[in-house]
């Protein structure tokens, strides 16, 4: 059976300050809720004011300031407004960190900030404007270009960016024709060391491969075993493609390569592990520098958010840790959107799904316990938190919300 965490607790004292509410939710005690001060959500009836926690803002937020936020959070903005975010990516350098909000209503274009987020220039293409589309994923190959994916990007779904140049240069990588199995909305994009390329479909299972840089786009439908299998990320680890997926009628999967690899001859194919009987939709994957996986998203029916953490085999479905929300943050309905992982240190961003007040939470212990950063956040105005990212060996976890927001969390 599951590694699976049922009787989490809450043993923070409440007689401490509000900045040093740190909730250690463990498995080893009884299991109980935390109070509406301990997850920041009120339900008195009445709803926020735009702009507030619980309403999308009708512009950008008011304020950026470092020193904002108590703790360990610093706070500052991204110029990617609406009410979510799809993709954050940081290169090598930890300092030039791009995002894309292709599915928000405001999502539009390719954003890039040199500094961590204190400054935002323009992005300047030739052609112009040719990430002016909406960007759903974003990765950085070994090749030195950045891939960005998405539609309306150079009329493509895919496009490969030069940053060395002024302005940056930007050529079309997959083009969908019309067809049905065609990947028309690009919703995930991955390419290892040697060329290989995948890309799927944001809205529905369709799937395309190529094998070779130039080579042709070949239809990869039967990747899953000749399943029909929704994917809702895909990541490369050490040059192998994985993934995570479902949707909210299906068992929770991911999606690891086959053990001889990525053969040609074979044709694209993943190794599909259900997590759970129950339906899940997972819908973020992320990997550390060892290959330690963990994913998150939601179990409509209970209305709680869910994490997955690999132990010492991920290919053991039993050998998961699997962490329902609804068992220590109350009954309000939970979502997971983000997930990242430093070995033994994890940490999974969502929202409160009535309101969309954000949910940031931290493990230290692989997972054992966990605690809500979001207690330390002293600013009135947090939205809801969709990606995360460890940076300086771990001690930094780097957080993108909607309406703009991007915060860091020293630990």
């Known amino acids: 059976m599951f590694r699976t965490l049922t009787t989490l607790s809450v043993l923070a004292s409440t007689a401490l300050p509000g900045c040093e509410l740190l909730e250690e939710l463990s498995t080893t005690d009884t299991a109980s809720t935390m109070s509406t001060a301990d997850t920041g959500y009120v339900d008195d009836g009445t709803e926020p004011a735009p702009g507030q926690p619980g309403q999308p803002s009708s512009g950008s937020p008011s304020t950026g300031d470092d020193d904002d936020d108590a703790g360990g959070w610093s706070t500052r903005l991204h110029t990617c407004y609406g009410d979510g975010i799809d993709a954050m990516w940081f290169d090598d350098d930890e300092q030039n ?80 024709g019309s067809s049905f199995s065609e990947v028309q909305l690009a919703g995930s994009f991955a390419r290892n060391d040697d060329g290989m390329a995948v890309v799927e479909a944001l809205n529905g299972t369709q799937i395309a491969v190529q094998w070779s840089p130039g080579g042709p786009w070949l239809d990869a439908s039967g990747w899953a075993g000749g399943a029909s299998v929704q994917m809702q990320d895909l990541e490369v680890f050490d040059n192998q493609f994985y993934g995570t997926g479902s949707t909210m009628n299906m068992a929770p999967m991911v999606f690891l390569p086959p053990r001889n690899g990525h053969v040609e001859a074979d044709g694209f194919n993943l190794v599909v592990i259900e997590l759970s009987p129950w339906a899940v939709e997972l819908r973020n994957l992320g990997i550390d520098d060892d290959g330690q996986l963990i994913a998150g998203g939601v179990d409509h029916g209970m209305a709680s958010g869910v994490i997955y953490v690999s132990n010492d085999d991920p290919r053991d479905a039993d050998d998961w840790t699997e962490i329902y929300l609804v068992d220590f943050m109350g009954t309000h309905p939970t979502w997971i959107d983000g997930v990242c992982r430093h070995g033994d240190t994890m940490a999974a961003v969502g929202r409160y799904s009535t309101n969309n007040d954000p949910i940031a939470l931290l493990s230290e212990d692989g997972g054992d316990t966990w605690r809500d950063l979001t207690n330390e956040l002293s600013s009135s105005w947090v939205p809801a938190l969709y990606r995360c990212e460890f940076l300086d060996d771990g001690h930094t976890l780097a957080v993108a919300g909607g309406d703009g927001w991007l915060g860091f969390y020293e630990r």
């Open 97 to 176: 960190v791009w995002i894309g909000c292709g599915t928000n209503t405001e999502g539009y274009g390719l954003h890039h900030s040199p500094d961590r987020g204190e400054t935002w220039p323009d992005i300047q293409t030739d052609p112009r404007g040719a990430t002016g589309g909406r960007v759903n994923a974003i990765s950085r190959s070994s090749d030195g270009l950045l891939y960005v994916a998405g539609e309306q990007l150079l009329g493509a779904q895919v496009v490969a960016v030069d940053t060395t140049t002024t302005p940056y240069e930007v050529e079309a990588v997959y083009d969908a």
